[in-house]
């Protein structure tokens, strides 16, 4: 499952449809849930951590579903004026019980619509997404999200694997560029053929690719996930990419705010994007040692 499932209250009785609402878990985002009708939800989402905004990125799970019942759901403290929302994009859903016939996560969701609101903010109003959706399983556990998930977790054990490969051995070396704020390890590899003479290895070009610098964009990581498996395979095209180049590659650039699932900032509540110029290594760290 994409979160730890944590001990719940059991319901009052099976005639109780109220869902149950969780998102304690990595890279989870949702601050409160309010039953406004019987199958209808006003959502909250919690601000960047130390940010008083921010508010985009959704990753959460449901209990106690029903299934054939069509629910809505209304995240009410959304800040962008537009959103992809508007133009076909739906959220993501992950249900334990499709999972066990070896679903994953699916694209889901009905009567899509981003709009501004009635509820005030200094400099402007906050904007809504509302979307109906039907659980295809009673008392399932099923998770939402903005876009399908990357944890920090997810990169820790695919770059686990690659180092345990040994045909990697001589294409890929994986080092620590540095701690976080918070103690996590920021990693880099470097992918090149390193089966050749010093010297040649001195004179290749560099490449340096980074991503997810910010943490609601989840498909960069997906992105550099297939970037790294196609640079470390075995075709012909990245075996002269390997002779020719070296690839300086940092997977996750914002850790902490991937962690604890913020859409935009750092620990710090900064937009590590808009720090390169001057970045402060105790503040700033993975931009800082980054850009050295």
């Given at each position: 499952?994409?979160?730890?499932?944590?001990?719940?209250?059991?319901?009052?009785?099976?005639?109780?449809?109220?869902?149950?609402?969780?998102?304690?878990?990595?890279?989870?985002?949702?601050?409160?849930?309010?039953?406004?009708?019987?199958?209808?939800?006003?959502?909250?989402?919690?601000?960047?951590?130390?940010?008083?905004?921010?508010?985009?990125?959704?990753?959460?799970?449901?209990?106690?579903?029903?299934?054939?019942?069509?629910?809505?759901?209304?995240?009410?403290?959304?800040?962008?004026?537009?959103?992809?929302?508007?133009?076909?994009?739906?959220?993501?859903?992950?249900?334990?019980?499709?999972?066990?016939?070896?679903?994953?996560?699916?694209?889901?969701?009905?009567?899509?619509?981003?709009?501004?609101?009635?509820?005030?903010?200094?400099?402007?109003?906050?904007?809504?997404?509302?979307?109906?959706?039907?659980f295809p399983y009673d008392n399932d556990v099923v998770y939402l999200a903005y876009c399908f998930p990357?944890?920090?977790?997810?990169?820790?054990?695919?770059?686990?694997?690659?180092?345990?490969?040994?045909?990697?051995?001589?294409?890929?070396?994986?080092?620590?560029?540095?701690?976080?704020l918070s103690g996590n390890q920021v990693d880099l590899l470097t992918i090149t053929s390193f089966a050749?003479?010093?010297?040649?290895?001195?004179?290749?070009?560099?490449?340096?690719?980074?991503?997810?610098?910010?943490?609601?964009?989840?498909?960069?990581?997906?992105?550099?996930?297939?970037?790294?498996?196609?640079?470390?395979?075995?075709?012909?095209?990245?075996?002269?990419?390997?002779?020719?180049?070296?690839?300086?590659?940092?997977?996750?650039?914002?850790?902490?705010?991937?962690?604890?699932?913020?859409?935009?900032?750092?620990?710090?509540?900064?937009?590590?994007?808009?720090?390169?110029?001057?970045?402060?290594?105790?503040?700033?760290?993975?931009?800082?040692?980054?850009?050295?």
């Amino acid at each position: 499952p994409p979160g730890e499932l944590r001990p719940y209250h059991e319901l009052s009785g099976p005639d109780d449809t109220t869902l149950q609402f969780e998102s304690r878990f990595e890279s989870g985002n949702l601050r409160r849930a309010v039953q406004v009708y019987e199958f209808e939800y006003d959502l909250i989402a919690k601000p960047d951590i130390n940010t008083r905004g921010h508010t985009q990125w959704f990753y959460f799970r449901v209990r106690n579903t029903r299934r054939g019942i069509k629910y809505k759901f209304n995240f009410i403290n959304f800040l962008k004026p537009d959103s992809m929302f508007n133009y076909g994009m739906q959220p993501v859903m992950y249900s334990e019980r499709e999972a066990r016939r070896g679903v994953g996560w699916v694209r889901r969701g009905e009567e899509i619509c981003y709009y501004q609101n009635h509820i005030k903010r200094k400099g402007g109003h906050y904007y809504t997404l509302t979307f109906s959706i039907e659980f295809p399983y009673d008392n399932d556990v099923v998770y939402l999200a903005y876009c399908f998930p990357y944890t920090y977790t997810m990169l820790q054990d695919y770059l686990s694997k690659l180092d345990d490969d040994p045909k990697l051995r001589n294409r890929m070396k994986r080092r620590t560029l540095c701690q976080t704020l918070s103690g996590n390890q920021v990693d880099l590899l470097t992918i090149t053929s390193f089966a050749c003479d010093p010297e040649a290895l001195r004179s290749r070009k560099g490449i340096v690719v980074s991503a997810r610098v910010h943490p609601g964009e989840t498909n960069a990581s997906w992105m550099m996930h297939g970037f790294i498996d196609y640079l470390t395979g075995a075709s012909l095209d990245a075996k002269v990419l390997r002779d020719n180049f070296v690839f300086k590659l940092v997977p996750m650039l914002n850790v902490d705010g991937v962690f604890h699932g913020n859409t935009r900032t750092s620990l710090s509540g900064s937009d590590l994007n808009r720090v390169w110029a001057r970045p402060d290594p105790a503040l700033y760290p993975t931009i800082y040692h980054a850009k050295r």
